[in-house]
């Protein structure tokens, strides 16, 4: 049974379950790029599908456009995978369980991958439509967004012509976005020695958070489980005979982390019981109106691994409890912009090493490379290494933007109202763009998203509906 089908634009809802019926996440875009460039067979149009699975589609121009310069429309097809503790659904290799609740689609415990695959579906809408006005269109399908656009990065430019660009990766309906930050992806990793160590095995979660995209929403004062994790293994620590076995949490770094367990050896349980407790009250406290359900819950559990030797214990903790996280510095020219943060999205412990990646983000390319060099120090300090991946510039404003000019246009003739045209911390596949297609005239909008990279993530279909007529519009003025 179709779950959208009622719902207007029809073509565009039509693709849009078409694409949530597909397992999408980062690394796992095979199939939907499949789709894609079968799409493209299918309609008649050129496709080009590359080595890493990004797609360009090419349509020619309507009649009395034929000597309209290209426009490129833009999107990534992978999704962040999140779900609820309690979803059992594999989603590497299930569809979503779609849900209408009046002007809202969601998806029952996962993430709905609106952020991008409303995009791609409303592209593909327009390329299956032969009655619009429109120029040459070049639409591009980039992979691996969502974890350092790895998609966007490799691929091979030259297949385009078209200097504008209108990418559709934007949640805020009304909200031109002109320039952003730039990124990586910088991961900590420990060394780390085993040995016996007598004393009850217990796990210590700390979860109940709300989380989020760590660009959209580092500036919330939303916690984040991996950092409070540390906060509590160093109360241990200092209060008891204790040692760490292991520690997990997070599954993205763009997310900000809602969960994260670490598994302990202690001496004295009781102790170790009464200090956890004690830090759940801490944090409700601190946390009430930010992340009012966080807890701290400690109970007896077992693992296989050996308990850390007392250094490598001490070595983690240092890490978790001394690495920057967070908002660093704002903007001094756009008050409530940020400028530099990161996020340590991600924990994950090996028998042999710990690993911490962090989301580094900056509108200034200095201080995106301070930040890493920080964490380099850091890691170096405590005996480990720092890697970086997915580097990718800061998309910068444009003065004189022909196309920035248009979409104003039209939005204040659509909406009656001026349309606020913005900086975003969050990063976008805009810069990589620019660097490779010189002098891109290129912005980015999109429908209203609640929530991304979180199971609460909801789409607005009225939204929906009046970004798909305004960017008809949009196209139909770009002779």
């Not at 789709?35 to 008649?44: L, P, S, V």
């Not at 967070?326 to 340590?344: I, M, R, W, Y």
Request: glycine content about 8%.
């Amino acid at each position: 049974m179709r779950i959208l089908e009622n719902l207007e634009p029809k073509a565009v809802f039509a693709i849009f379950e078409d694409l949530c019926a597909i397992p999408h996440g980062s690394e796992n875009t095979k199939a939907v790029s499949d789709y894609c460039a079968a799409f493209a067979r299918d309609h008649g149009l050129a496709c080009y599908q590359d080595d890493l699975d990004n797609v360009v589609i090419k349509k020619p121009a309507s009649p009395g456009y034929e000597h309209a310069q290209p426009v490129i429309l833009q999107g990534h097809m992978d999704m962040v995978c999140e779900k609820e503790p309690d979803c059992g659904k594999d989603m590497d290799r299930e569809g979503l369980d779609l849900f209408v609740d009046g002007d809202l689609v969601g998806a029952r415990g996962t993430t709905l991958g609106g952020d991008d695959g409303i995009a791609v579906a409303m592209i593909l809408a327009i390329l299956e439509d032969a009655t619009l006005p429109h120029p040459p269109l070049e639409a591009v399908f980039t992979v691996d967004e969502e974890i350092g656009m790895q998609g966007a990065e490799g691929l091979d430019a030259s297949v385009l012509r078209g200097r504008r660009m209108l990418n559709l990766d934007s949640e805020d309906e009304g909200i031109l976005t002109v320039s952003c930050a730039g990124g990586n992806r910088t991961t900590c990793t420990l060394p780390v020695e085993r040995e016996p160590f007598s004393g009850a095995c217990c796990t210590v979660t700390i979860g109940g958070l709300i989380g989020g995209h760590s660009g959209n929403e580092i500036d919330k004062g939303r916690a984040s489980s991996n950092v409070l994790t540390g906060r509590v293994l160093d109360e241990l620590a200092r209060k008891t005979q204790m040692r760490l076995v292991r520690v997990d949490g997070g599954d993205k770094d763009n997310a900000i982390p809602r969960m994260t367990k670490a598994m302990v050896a202690v001496q004295d349980e009781a102790a170790a019981a009464q200090i956890t407790a004690q830090m759940d009250a801490v944090f409700k406290k601190e946390y009430e109106c930010t992340d009012p359900n966080v807890f701290v819950c400690f109970e007896r559990g077992e693992d296989e691994w050996l308990p850390m030797d007392a250094p490598s214990t001490q070595r983690v903790i240092g890490l978790l409890l001394c690495a920057p996280d967070g908002v660093q510095a704002n903007d001094p020219n756009l008050p409530g912009l940020v400028e530099t943060s990161l996020n340590l999205g991600i924990l994950h412990t090996a028998e042999d090493h710990l690993s911490a990646t962090f989301c580094v983000r900056s509108s200034v390319g200095t201080r995106k490379e301070m930040v890493t060099a920080r964490l380099r120090r850091l890691a170096e300090m405590l005996g480990g290494s720092a890697a970086v991946t997915g580097d990718y510039p800061a998309w910068e404003y444009r003065k004189d933007s022909p196309l920035r000019d248009i979409m104003t246009q039209v939005f204040r003739e659509q909406y009656h109202r001026e349309m606020t045209v913005e900086s975003i911390h969050a990063g976008l596949e805009c810069g990589l763009f620019s660097d490779k297609l010189p002098g891109l005239d290129c912005v980015s909008f999109g429908p209203d998203l609640e929530e991304i990279h979180t199971p609460r993530e909801r789409l607005h279909i009225a939204s929906v509906a009046r970004v798909w007529a305004y960017t008809l519009e949009v196209l139909k003025r770009c002779k």
